[in-house]
C-alpha cells in the first residue's frame, strides 16, 4: 500500500473520544512532501473498514476534508468558543449546529471547547450533514469520529432552528450562497452566526469562480468569488446582524455575527 494511503487509513483504524488523538493522527497525513501524485492506487483506500467502499465517494475527499480540518477549520473552531467566554452568561447559545459538518472532526472539537471552557454546561451541539446517501464515505467516517460522544446530535438533511449556526468553509461550496441563507433565516431565528469562507479559492474542489449573490438566487447578481463574502456581509447586515470586531486573529476570521442582544453583551 501507497505509504501515504497507509497513513490515511489510519485514522480511521482507532477512532477514540479525545479530538487530540485524531488531531495528531491527522497531522500525520498532512506533510508538504507529500500530495495527491502519491496516491497511485485508490482502490487501495478504504479506510481500514470492510463497510466502506471506496467507489462510493472518490477516496481522497477524506484526504482534503482532514487536510482543510488541520490548516483551516479546527482554529475557527478554538476562536469560535474564545469568542463566546466574552459573551455575557445570559446570552450564550442553547444549541449549536455544525452545518455541513464534513467528517465530523470540526463538531467533536467544538463539543470538547465548550467542555472546556464551559465545565457543566448543557450547550446542545449538532453535527450537520447535507448529504443524501447515509452509506457514503464521507456519513460513515464522520459517524466513526463522533461515535464515542454522547453529547453530540447526528441530523441529516434539513438545517435544524438552533441559537447559533457555524459555517466553516461551507458557503463557498453553494452557488446561490445569499439565497440559500435567506430561506434558512425566513425560517429559524439564530442569534449568532460565525462563518469563514473560502469564495476566493476556485481552485478547489467544490468551489466556483462565480456566484449567484441574488436574494432569491435568480442570476441577477453574479459576481466572482473574491466579491461573494462582501455580499454575504451586506445580506447579514440587511438581517439585522453586526459584525462583532475582534483581534483574536489578525485576519479577523471567523467572522462573528449576532444580532443586538449578543452584540450588547459582549466584552471585547
Known amino acids: 500500500m501507497n505509504p501515504v494511503i497507509e497513513k490515511a487509513v489510519a485514522i480511521g483504524e482507532t477512532i477514540t473520544e479525545s479530538v487530540t488523538e485524531i488531531e495528531e493522527k491527522a497531522a500525520e497525513i498532512i506533510d508538504d512532501d507529500e500530495t495527491f501524485d502519491d496516491?497511485?492506487?485508490?482502490?487501495?483506500?478504504?479506510?481500514?473498514?470492510?463497510?466502506?467502499?471506496?467507489?462510493?465517494?472518490?477516496?481522497?475527499?477524506?484526504?482534503?476534508?482532514?487536510?482543510?480540518?488541520?490548516?483551516?477549520?479546527?482554529?475557527?473552531?478554538?476562536?469560535?468558543?474564545?469568542?463566546?467566554?466574552?459573551?455575557?452568561?445570559?446570552?450564550?447559545?442553547?444549541?449549536i449546529v455544525d452545518v455541513g459538518g464534513g467528517v465530523g472532526l470540526s463538531t467533536l472539537l467544538l463539543r470538547e471547547q465548550l467542555d472546556e471552557a464551559f465545565p457543566g454546561n448543557s450547550i446542545r451541539v449538532v453535527y450537520h450533514n447535507f448529504g443524501n446517501d447515509e452509506n457514503s464515505t464521507q456519513l460513515k467516517f464522520a459517524k466513526s469520529v463522533l461515535k464515542n460522544s454522547d453529547r453530540i446530535e447526528y441530523i441529516h438533511g434539513d438545517v435544524p432552528p438552533a441559537d447559533a449556526y457555524l459555517f466553516f468553509e461551507f458557503l463557498e461550496h453553494l452557488p446561490s450562497p445569499i439565497s440559500w441563507l435567506n430561506e434558512l433565516l425566513n425560517r429559524t431565528s439564530p442569534k449568532i452566526i460565525c462563518h469563514a469562507s473560502s469564495f476566493s479559492h476556485p481552485e478547489h474542489a467544490g468551489h466556483f469562480e462565480f456566484y449567484d449573490c441574488s436574494l432569491l438566487g435568480d442570476g441577477t447578481k453574479i459576481v466572482k468569488g473574491r466579491s461573494a463574502s462582501g455580499q454575504?456581509?451586506?445580506?447579514?447586515?440587511?438581517?439585522?446582524?453586526?459584525?462583532?470586531?475582534?483581534?483574536?486573529?489578525?485576519?479577523?476570521?471567523?467572522?462573528?455575527?449576532?444580532?443586538?442582544?449578543?452584540?450588547?453583551?459582549?466584552?471585547?
Open 39 to 95: 496516491f497511485d492506487d485508490f482502490d487501495d483506500f478504504d479506510l481500514a473498514t470492510k463497510e466502506i467502499n471506496p467507489s462510493e465517494n472518490p477516496p481522497e475527499y477524506i484526504y482534503t476534508a482532514v487536510e482543510s480540518y488541520v490548516n483551516w477549520t479546527q482554529r475557527s473552531v478554538r476562536r469560535f468558543v474564545k469568542m463566546l467566554t466574552r459573551i455575557d452568561a445570559e446570552q450564550l447559545p442553547n444549541s
Open 232 to 268: 454575504v456581509s451586506k445580506f447579514l447586515k440587511k438581517r439585522e446582524f453586526q459584525k462583532i470586531s475582534h483581534k483574536i486573529c489578525w485576519n479577523g476570521l471567523p467572522q462573528f455575527w449576532s444580532n443586538s442582544d449578543v452584540a450588547n453583551h459582549f466584552n471585547r
